[in-house]
């Protein structure tokens, strides 16, 4: 039996270029910018080996995450209304909140894990992360499963 495959969620700018420009040609394809691989890479400025080499490894995670249930893993400090500011960052995203699990806190803060379905969000998974990690009283906020 096969080694199994591991997958691991990087930041675009830590990758070799060309897996970016891989992921750009998939999205031209899928969008209709692009009528063939051919027009793709010629405009993402690859060739068709590179394409086809990599284009089953490489997904980019908007795409992974469309229709599917993501789990975000947040550090609150222990104060009144911060849950509830986390939880209007995640409404006006248009996600839908379908568990909450809180840690009786201890040290002045308390773990959160918070999973949503994310499919119908009307911004950027990014800017929902962003926008909840800038609220005051959120230590850290990230992504745990998806």
Do not use: W
Request: charged content about 20%; some cysteine.
């Amino acid at each position: 039996m096969g080694k199994p495959i591991k997958y691991y969620i990087v930041a675009a700018d830590a990758l070799p270029e060309i897996f970016v420009k891989v992921a750009e040609a998939k999205r031209m394809m899928q969008t209709g910018e692009a009528e063939t691989v051919g027009a793709a890479t010629r405009l993402a400025g690859i060739s068709r080996s590179a394409f086809y080499k990599y284009k089953d490894s490489v997904q980019p995670f908007n795409d992974m995450k469309a229709e599917h249930i993501i789990t975000f893993y947040a550090m609150l400090k222990d104060m009144a209304g911060i849950l509830s500011g986390v939880l209007t960052v995640f409404a006006a995203s248009g996600a839908n909140i379908l568990t909450i699990n809180q840690s009786i806190p201890t040290n002045g803060c308390a773990a959160v894990t918070i999973s949503a379905e994310t499919s119908r969000m009307e911004e950027s998974l990014e800017q929902l992360i962003s926008d909840v990690a800038a609220l005051n009283g959120v230590v850290k906020f990230e992504i745990l499963a998806g």
